[in-house]
């Protein structure tokens, strides 16, 4: 089964200054990939998701970017942070081409910006 | 519009009760598939079930099984004999196969539930 790896588990951070959030799959070969935010006691917000190398979608314009060099990994990134950066933040995967396949998550990164 | 909705923002129940989680979800694709999932307070996220949009029998997993109601398009969870361990947010989710299936899945805002001994 898949295993999502997901560091660091918390981080705070200052307005303005940069992020990077890094996510490994392991598993499992060419996974749909994800980044997830929940804000304190609500749902999950889709960020980006990637098919593929290189290949990101992003469902939310905002002040964050995503990138997947390779198969199994994915990083989310911010040049300046802001304060409504701050939240929960979940890496997930699934099969591709696998419709009933759940999302697996990572214990996820909760970010705190100051 | 949201697609997904959980109007139980909180709920409480008495250990080894039955608990009914409700979920009601808005789609136009005829194809579609049911997830729930568990967050206990460490923030992980468990995936409980799944039910298909053309499954004929509603989805069963050990102490969780899912009355699905299409014609209501409604997926509601239900919890046999309540555990201690069952006390966390609960969260309702659906993917619309028309978009290929890659696009992940839409979450309702949750319920927290709490069971008290």
């Known amino acids: 089964s898949q295993t999502i790896h997901q560091w660091p588990a918390t981080l705070v951070q200052p307005v303005g200054s940069p992020l990077s959030l890094e996510c490994t799959v392991e598993?499992?070969?060419?996974?749909?990939l994800y980044w997830y935010r929940q804000a304190a006691g609500r749902g999950l917000q889709l960020l980006f998701y990637?098919?593929?190398?290189?290949?990101i979608s992003s469902e939310v314009p905002q002040n964050l970017s995503a990138s997947r060099p390779q198969d199994r990994q994915f990083i989310l990134s911010s040049k300046k942070l802001l304060l409504s950066d701050s939240g929960f933040y979940l890496c997930?995967?699934?099969?591709?081409?696998?419709?009933?396949?759940?999302?697996?998550f990572g214990n996820g990164t909760r970010l705190t910006v100051t | 519009a949201q697609k997904i909705t959980q109007t139980q923002p909180g709920m409480f129940v008495q250990e080894k009760e039955a608990v009914t989680l409700d979920c009601t979800y808005d789609?136009?694709?005829?194809?579609?598939?049911l997830f729930w999932y568990k967050q206990p307070s460490s923030g992980e996220m468990i995936f409980l079930i799944y039910?298909?949009?053309?499954?004929?029998q509603n989805a069963t997993e050990g102490r969780y099984s899912l009355n699905f109601q299409k014609a209501r398009k409604s997926a509601n969870l239900v919890i046999s004999a309540s555990q201690l361990g069952d006390s966390a947010m609960y969260f309702c989710?659906?993917?619309?196969?028309?978009?290929?299936?890659?696009?992940?899945?839409?979450f309702g805002k949750g319920t927290h539930l709490i069971i008290q001994p």
């Open positions: 039910q298909g949009s053309y499954d004929q």
């Open positions: 598993g499992t070969s060419n996974p749909n």
């Open positions: 789609t136009s694709d005829p194809s579609y598939g």
């Open positions: 990637s098919v593929g190398i290189g290949q």
């Open positions: 989710a659906m993917r619309e196969f028309s978009g290929g299936g890659a696009d992940g899945l839409t």
């Open positions: 997930a995967s699934n099969r591709a081409s696998s419709y009933n396949s759940p999302l697996h």
